[in-house]
């Protein structure tokens, strides 16, 4: 079993920074690769950002430019930098870990509101 607690969530005016952290229980980073999903009320869960085990990122056209996914394996944490944030970027936000393709453990959510 593998257990995710993501962190750092709140609240933002537009145009504001947060970074999202996600600790994983296992060293796992080699072989499972490392998501950042996010979900409004209502609507399908989506991907924002990945990290493969060879360490190639992937981003929603929608953030490219603005988020950055990173880890750090000593620290078994994964993190999401957003900047720019925009009101649409509100969500809850879900830390994931994939193999071969399927995700299959997910973290509990950690609410992201940018609002003036």
């Known amino acids: 079993q593998v257990q995710l607690v993501e962190s750092g969530g709140g609240l933002v005016q537009p145009g504001g920074s947060l970074t999202l952290s996600c600790v994983v229980s296992?060293?796992?980073?080699?072989?499972?690769?490392m998501g950042w999903y996010r979900q409004v009320t209502g609507k399908e869960r989506e991907l924002v950002a990945e990290?493969?085990?060879?360490?190639?990122?992937n981003y929603a056209d929608s953030v490219k430019g603005r988020f950055t996914i990173s880890r750090d394996s000593a620290k078994k944490t994964v993190y999401l930098q957003m900047n720019s944030l925009k009101p649409e970027d509100t969500a809850v936000y879900y830390c994931?870990?994939?193999?071969?393709?399927?995700?299959?453990?997910w973290g509990q959510g950690t609410q992201v509101t940018v609002s003036s």
């Open positions: 296992r060293s796992i980073f080699t072989i499972y690769t």
């Open positions: 994931g870990a994939a193999l071969r393709g399927v995700y299959n453990y």
């Open positions: 990290i493969t085990p060879g360490s190639s990122t």
